[in-house]
């Protein structure tokens, strides 16, 4: 009993950093109709980001962890101005494509420049888990999740009752509308790629604390995009909720599904329970249901 | 575009796809000259020719699915992989003729699109394309976790060659004749298609479904026409495949394989058949490049070892489908076209 109990803290943990990771999905979204498909792009390069100031430029973790989301915004800001902003007016589709091209771009770079060799990655959260009774759970993912509920509640705080974010939810309407009335389309979409680098980034130190650092950690990205799609892709807040179910459900598959049935099914679960949600409610759990005109 | 004044006057005018006689003709010596390409060049080309005629009847697929239908698929590469799959089980299992098999792995894999194209009657928009994702991890987990006595797992399945009349096809150039028969049969399928009622419906659906629907298009249903067939053509391109390569293995089949098909559609240009084998040719020659010129710069940087030509491929075609999208975003098919109106219309603007 105390051993399930433990499955479902870890698994709602592990939701939460899906969630974190969905919310670099979201918050793009939110303020540029776009949905970036190179997320996880984005966290295998704050990784890499955060590797370099740490393990070699040697900085301390107190003033790398600042550089290093400084510097993933600055990423974030380059791919929307070299890629992004000169398609403002295109149609949605081919900016979706051009992060579709950017997955690969973006994938490709890492490999070219990194390397395809194994890195230690920095410990930024201390290894030894939380002793609670009998049960133990891991200490970067537990911070993690705490940093993942202040970030939603911060961003859908940000983008539901700030002037600012109001505006940046309007750009995601209609770039045309957003544009007449005054609204700088071009400096939300900027404004939402430097949030969703820096999210990628903090979701890239939680979900790498102390462990090894490859391009193949980029995966993460397509973990948390059936979070993404369940929750919806307007709603910050419901990513939480979202985050934990899949958390729990793909936890109590891999721990005792699949030794059952010896396969990995914990890996598409997510899939499953996304699919299984769509179909019931088309927008997911907590998204816009738009009105549509002609 | 014709010159102002000419038009068409009755409807099989209207919806011909040769229109004058040159045109014809070029038809002919290209085909022609496909045809004596065993003759004319070397294995090594024929080998291209042969990937590159594989790629095309996939390509043409999602060109139908995305260009056309305008529905985002990035699942093509598992589209063509239960295509290849059932053509290799059926195969080596049953030992069925390919005239039969690759039929078969085309109805496989159209079924297998159909269902997530089903789900368009529940999903739309964004939520949709990124079902096609989904098709993606399904595929993969099917393969490498069912029983490996039913798709060999991740030993995946060896392929006895395809066999006509005591026949067999295993050299180039025989293999080159299979491969062309079917993909003429399929491009002008396709070309078929998408001048048929179904084709206008997949445009009218592509420029606003909401539209169309009020117009008394079944939205959900066209869609689901759309990765029906879409996943059709992956399928019979899934066979050839594994008939060309005598081997199946769930690492042929990824995302990345289907991110090149979209490259393919996005450089020759969305909604134009011609446009996806431009796209196809143009493509698979920059593949062919870096896995030649990749080993031998892999020699001088050698961190990167084989990873190189992987790498190489994703930063191209990457950035192929990027500058695309920025700067010609209808593709070199609608270059073409407006070099080919202003020739005809000429000194006239319009």
Known sequence: MVYFINDIITGALIGLLYSLVAMGFVVIYRASKVFNFAQGELVIIGGFIVWFTTMQAGLSLWLSIPLSLVLAGLVGYAIERIFLTKLIGESVFSMVMVTVGLLILLRGLVLLVFGPAVRPFPIIFPLKPLFLGDMLIPMNLLIGGIITIVAAVGLSWFFNRTRSGLRMTAVAED?????????????????????GAILSTIGAMIFLSGKSLTFLASDIGFAALPVALFAGLESIGGLILAGIIIGI???LTTNYLDPLIGGSLGSVVPYIIMLAILLIRPTGLFGWRTIERV | MDPSGVFPTSYRSDRRLIRTRWQFLALVVFMALLLLAPYLVSSRIIAILNMMMISAVIAVGLQ??????????????AFMGVGAYTASILASKTGLTFLLTIPLAGLSAALFGFLFGLTAARIKGFYLALTTIAAQFLFHFAVLNLPSTWLGGSNGITVP???LFGQRFVSESSQFYLNFAVTAIMVAGAFGIVRSRFGRAFVAVRDDD????????NVAATKANAFLIGAFYAGVGGALWAYLIRFVGVDQFTLFHSIFFVAMIIVGGMGSIVGALIGVFIIRIIQEIIATVGPNIADSVSFLGGDIVFAGMNVVLGGVIALFMILEPKGLMHRWNILKSSYRIWPFPY
């Open chain 2, 64 to 77: 139908i699915c995305t260009g056309y239908a305008g529905q985002i698929n990035l699942g093509q590469a």
């Open chain 1, 249 to 251: 459900a793909q936890s």
């Open chain 1, 175 to 195: 770039h045309v509308v957003a544009s007449s009335m005054g609204i700088s389309v071009k400096g939300s979409i900027a404004v939402a790629w430097v949030l």
């Open chain 2, 210 to 217: 909401v539209a169309a629907g009020i117009m008394g298009i």
């Open chain 2, 161 to 163: 060659p395809a066999e």
